[in-house]
């Protein structure tokens, strides 16, 4: 039996990663084009038994992205899957160690190379040590590391996570928000009441967060997020601003830390 820690990390990479792909094939212009007017049908498992698989599976319809987690179980046929033997390979290959290739299932070989570009594109994205020069590239990797820091709290909480889980339990309605300045687009929040949560990418509209993470430029944002930046001082500096209820700030940081922790 998979041990927690493997557990959670396949969850990250199943439910706050792989989703990426979507933005990715969206906001970033070459990905865009390779998808214009495409249909496919894409699939990333990993084996649990002999009979069972965790999967989060992809729907191209005219180049338009939709995901979602489990096995795709519609009347079109998988044009290529990345089939892991087990959750350990699968974590292992999307942190850079090749112990062993998935089994590649491909339908149409083309549409399988244009997946592969999205997925290499990620690889490369998320892979970046240090904030780049350009602010649109700058924009972009923030916004993925938002969508994949709200969705992967979520996920771990969803999975009774003891520390996370523990404090969503106790909490009641409040939303926890990142943004950038000026930047609604590059914008997501994590709902949490009564030990139910939920991520949404976007500005929360209903009500003020909570709490929000709120940095003054992309810039800023990418030195928290990359580990390069120092918080008391971008704090000081007025670089990261915490609204709200900034007590709250290091346990998000905390939070934020153990989904990063586990990608790696």
Same mark, same amino acid.
């Given at each position: ?53 965790? #999967? ?16 795709? /179980?519609? $009347?079109?046929?998988?044009? #290529? ?52 020069? /350009? ?43 990142? #943004?950038?300045? $000026? ?11 009564? !030990? ?21 430029? #992309? ?10 930046? /120092? ?12 609204? !709200? ?14 989904? !990063?922790?586990?990608?790696?």
């Amino acid at each position: 039996m998979a041990s927690d820690v493997t557990r959670y990390t396949n969850k990250v990479f199943m439910a706050a990663a792989l989703p990426l792909l979507k933005t990715i094939a969206t906001d970033v212009p070459e990905m865009a084009k390779k998808f214009v007017g495409v249909d496919a049908v894409y699939q990333v498992s990993a084996k649990t038994s002999e009979t069972t698989k965790e #999967a989060t599976h992809f729907v191209v319809e005219n180049g338009e992205w939709s995901c979602k987690l489990g096995e795709y /179980d519609g $009347d079109k046929k998988i044009d #290529a899957e990345l089939e892991f033997s087990s959750m350990e390979k699968m974590n292992d290959f999307f942190k850079g160690k090749m112990t062993a290739l998935p089994k590649m299932k491909i339908k149409s070989f083309p549409k399988f190379i244009k997946f592969m570009s999205v997925l290499l594109k990620m690889s490369s994205l998320l892979g970046i040590k240090e904030p780049p020069k /350009d602010e649109t590239l700058q924009l972009l990797l923030c916004k993925l590391y938002f969508y994949l820091l709200s969705s992967g709290i979520s996920q771990l909480n969803k999975m009774e996570h003891p520390e996370i889980h523990e404090w969503a339990s106790k909490s009641p309605d409040r939303v926890y928000q990142w #943004a950038v300045e $000026d930047h609604p687009e590059c914008t997501a929040y994590l709902r949490v009441k009564a !030990g139910k949560s939920r991520a949404g990418r976007g500005e929360y509209k209903r009500s003020k967060p909570f709490f929000c993470m709120k940095f003054d430029t #992309a810039e800023h944002a990418l030195m928290i997020l990359l580990g390069t930046g /120092d918080m008391l001082q971008m704090t000081k500096d007025k670089q990261l601003i915490m609204e !709200g209820a900034p007590e709250f700030g290091a346990m998000i940081g905390d939070y934020m830390m153990t989904v !990063g922790d586990l990608a790696k």
